[in-house]
């Protein structure tokens, strides 16, 4: 696709649920990010891709937060058991590789409130 | 980690007046990007600098990496101008930190 997409651009669930949320990347782009940004706060690193691996998974808040990547292309984050305070936005985040020199493009976000 | 602020953290400006939007970071970083946030969240590239100057219209940066700063330039403000403006740097290769931005508020 031209850009980066993320479904749903919404989602409302009740405390305890599972959630999961899409990234789909620009084509062609190898390296992929999850972002959650809280109101009034710039947006805070989950984890990055190279690939179907995760390359760095240390901003991912506790073991309820997963994601995978399994062909390299569509990214899925999931959120076991929700809880209020996982309420935010969260951004995805494509480039042509990993590592310096390359520019991040971001998707519109899934806005996330767990009631 | 790496600091990286912004400043200021609130901007008022009328309608056809420049501004300068700062950005420190505490240590090296191999990348630095600007972004506006419109109202829907959307964050849009305004530059990749990771040192230089670059220009784009009304609109211009000048990243001077030995000093861990970055500045972002808006001449003749318009209101379309408004939102959030972040700074985010890429720090050991793989992670981008962000300030946690300034918003710009353009009057007509």
Known sequence: GAGVSQTPSNKVTEKGKYVELRCDPISGHTALYWYRQSLGQGPEFLIYFQGTGAADDSGLPNDRFFAVRPEGSVSTLKIQRTERGDSAVYLCASSFSSGGGNEQFFGPGTRLTVL | ?108
Do not use: M
């Open chain 2, 1 to 108: 980690g790496i600091q990286v602020e912004q400043s200021p953290p609130d901007l008022i400006l009328q309608e056809g007046a420049n501004s300068t939007l700062r950005c420190n970071f505490s240590d090296s970083v191999n990348n630095l990007q600007w972004f506006h946030q419109n109202p829907w969240g959307q964050l849009i590239n305004l530059f990749y600098i990771p040192s230089g100057t670059k220009q784009n219209g009304r609109l211009s940066a000048t990243t001077v990496a030995t000093e861990r700063y970055s500045l972002l330039y808006i001449s003749s403000s318009q209101t379309t101008d408004s939102g959030v403006y972040f700074c985010a740097v890429l720090y050991n290769f793989n992670k981008f930190y962000f300030g946690s931005g300034t918003k710009l508020n353009v009057k007509p």
